[in-house]
């Protein structure tokens, strides 16, 4: 991952190169940003550049072997560190690490902008807690504590830090205070509100906006084959999370839009045995299927809420959405529409955190239904 593989963000990877290129790196930072930010991209693209022998103004060089090491995540002096569900099975601790190591570093070239659920699901850890092991802070210790391989400096990402055993978080205060000599740390967090506020006071902080709506379009110019119309919807939709505008690029709006006419008249007609079968159906899409609907729903709820209002359409809907907003703004009230987006929005939450799908829809199909019909 290099700089020029991360779209935007111009100003903050110019002033991450200034300070590299001046020698005035801190020697941890905490990448922090928002769920759906480009945090990890630019800390490793950050890491390539800190290692790259014929640094460029803009970017790190791409051809020297420390470069062609961190394109391909094996240089032996970038460590990660990342939670992991407990899927030992019979394996020993060795065999055990290097697998989880390989699987990471597949993760990272096949879903560069990957949050945390498509991580644990991309080696069938998604039904357990992922966690960083309390174990692991006397890794990252043994680690530090030899010579770099072949860079002249060594850096430690440790991706979600907030995912960290206390007793792990604890055991590295110390290191990350006083890393040893040309050791650099960079944490990449989504949630610094749930670091040791100990952890926190030793970091630098660079914090990374989601992507504007301008970088995200341009981007999705550069991709083959989306009309400018889906483009600027997803734009919309996507509200700078390039991962999103990903999974909304993959799914068939059409068909979303479908499910969720079904979905909504189930919920006011209180069908529940409807509702239990639409839950299963749900369960079965993969979790970037299961967010896009979410998402399309609060697409769908804000339309209405516009129509409710008497204001334009953002989206100009096609034909079927118009008559879906139209009856669905019968049923709806701006309260009831507040009260839904929440209850979506907690959904969404739960999701991601790898609760059981079936569970989540179900809930939320019966209080959706009890919103509607109070
Ligand atoms: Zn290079």
Known sequence: MRFSDIPGLTEIK???IRSAKGGKIAHAQLFMGREGALNLPLAIAYATYLHCAKRGEQDACGECPACTKNVKYIHPDTHFVFPISNVKGDKDEDRFRADIHKSWRRFLLE?????????TSSYGGEDKQAIISKDESREIIKTLSLKPFESPIKVMIIWQ???MHPSAANGILKIVEEPPPSTFFLLVSNNPERLLPTTLSRTQ?????MLSDDELEQYLAGLPGLEEKKRTKIVI???GNLRLAQALI??????????????????FKRDYPQMITMAEEFHEFDKLQQQ????????MMRETLLALSGADTILRSRNGEQKFVQDFSKVMTVNRIEKTNQLVTEASYHLERNGSAKMIFLDLSLNVSKVMNS
């Open 14 to 16: 110019q002033r991450l």
């Open 111 to 119: 879903q560069p902008f990957g949050n945390l659920s498509d991580w």
């Open 205 to 209: 902080q660079v914090i990374v906006p």
């Open 250 to 267: 993959e799914s068939d709006e059409e068909d979303h839009h479908e499910r969720l006419a079904v979905w909504m008249r189930t919920c």
């Open 237 to 239: 939709e996507a509200e």
């Open 292 to 299: 896009a609907l979410l998402h399309y729903t609060l697409t």
């Open 161 to 163: 830090p907030e995912y």
